[in-house]
């Protein structure tokens, strides 16, 4: 690949296609997005890209091949109060993964990732900081010695940031995460990596190798694996140099279209404003998936999920000064975004719109 077009990397299809492209090259399968309605009575929707996966970090299900790599959509409500307050906070966001099913484990993960992040996505040196479990050595050595990372970027942190589990059970380990740094002119004496203002972690490389029981237990898997996340919105924002995730052209023409229907400017809006146009656009995304997958609103469990996503997108528009009907008007716009990675949107244009309609 030359670097003329390396530097065409730059919108999310471009991202997405450059992670699966770069990882089916390590021989990993591309697997589909699975549904946001998950296989798994643990959790009720599709948390983190690794869940499709978790039969087979289990030994419960066959592998589908020895390495695989997907962009799998995901929906996270926990924290739907930072939704549109800070840079990169959404309900429905999109994991892109490359896994390994008892193959190749810490050195090739942290290669490779290097190799992607510095040679197809381009991002400088400078600009790379790497967390390590504090007491996972190996990881820490592999960085310093073999990818040549020097020490003062090499953060060690504890269980809270930098042992990662899908749950309070199920599969586990340490983890190594890349965080992007803003303002590397500031040096690196006394790094914060908790400064969202600086640094944005975007590609966690978890050595899935632990089952934890109900107890808190640790037993080895069958096998050491290797899954990872990238968040592909966190990359476009870095790429495409914008100071949110929202700017990016993966939300911000719904964000436009919102705006032509109120008939305000997002750039000259207020921050009270901005943050409604923001939530309105990240909801949009989750709500034509969820629909499309199969969630219908109701008072109960997903469907509530659901009611609740798109009586907030109702609530900020009214806000905005919109009083007549305009998430048909604003869905639509999402599903023209998606509907080439996501076929099923388009297939179910009208189930969405027709559902939303009902609701608002």
């Not at 290669?111 to 040679?119: F, G, K």
């Not at 990662?164 to 914060?192: A, M, R, V």
């Not at 995304?285 to 509530?304: P, Q």
């Not at 008007?329 to 599903?335: F, K, L, P, S």
Request: charge should be neutral; proline fraction near 4%; charged fraction near 25%.
């Amino acid at each position: 690949m030359t670097s003329q077009l390396i530097k065409k990397i730059v919108t999310g299809d471009e991202i997405r296609n450059a992670f699966l492209k770069f990882y089916s090259e390590k021989l990993h399968k591309i697997i589909p997005s699975a549904s946001l309605i998950p296989d798994d009575p643990t959790v009720m929707l599709t948390i983190a890209g690794m869940l499709p996966f978790k039969p087979v970090f289990l030994g419960l299900k066959e592998r589908p091949s020895k390495r695989a790599t997907s962009s799998q959509k995901c929906i996270r409500t926990n924290d739907i109060e930072n939704v549109g307050v800070t840079a990169r906070h959404h309900t429905f966001f999109e994991m892109l993964g490359n896994f390994s099913f008892g193959d190749y484990f810490k050195r090739e993960a942290i290669q490779w990732a290097w190799e992607l992040v510095t040679n197809i996505y381009q991002l400088s040196v400078e600009n790379i900081i790497v967390s390590v479990f504090h007491e996972d050595g190996e990881s820490a050595k592999i960085w310093r010695d073999e990818i040549g990372i020097h020490p003062d970027r090499i953060v060690k942190l504890g269980e809270k940031d930098n042992f990662w589990s899908s749950g309070k059970t199920g599969p586990c380990g340490p983890c190594s995460e890349l965080y992007y740094d803003f303002n590397p002119e500031k040096g690196l004496q006394n790094i914060d990596l908790e400064d969202g203002d600086r640094f944005i972690e975007f590609y966690n490389l978890v050595f899935m190798q632990y089952n934890r029981d109900s107890s808190g237990k640790l037993t080895d898997l069958k096998f050491k694996n290797i899954d990872t996340g990238m968040g592909l919105e966190r990359m476009a924002q870095i790429l495409q140099k914008k100071k949110n995730n929202y700017e990016t052209d993966l939300i911000f023409p719904i964000i436009q279209k919102i705006c032509e229907i109120a008939n305000i400017d997002y750039f000259s809006s207020d921050d009270k404003n901005k943050i409604s146009l923001k939530i309105i656009g990240d909801h949009t995304r989750a709500v034509i998936h969820l629909i499309s997958d199969g969630v219908a609103a109701s008072n109960l469990g997903r469907g509530y999920i659901l009611r609740r996503l798109i009586r907030r997108m109702v609530r900020h528009g009214r806000l905005l000064g919109i009083t007549n009907e305009f998430l048909p008007h604003i869905a639509t716009v999402g599903i023209n975004l998606m509907q080439n990675n996501y076929p099923d949107l388009k297939n179910n244009n009208d189930l969405i719109l027709n559902e939303i309609k009902i609701e608002e």
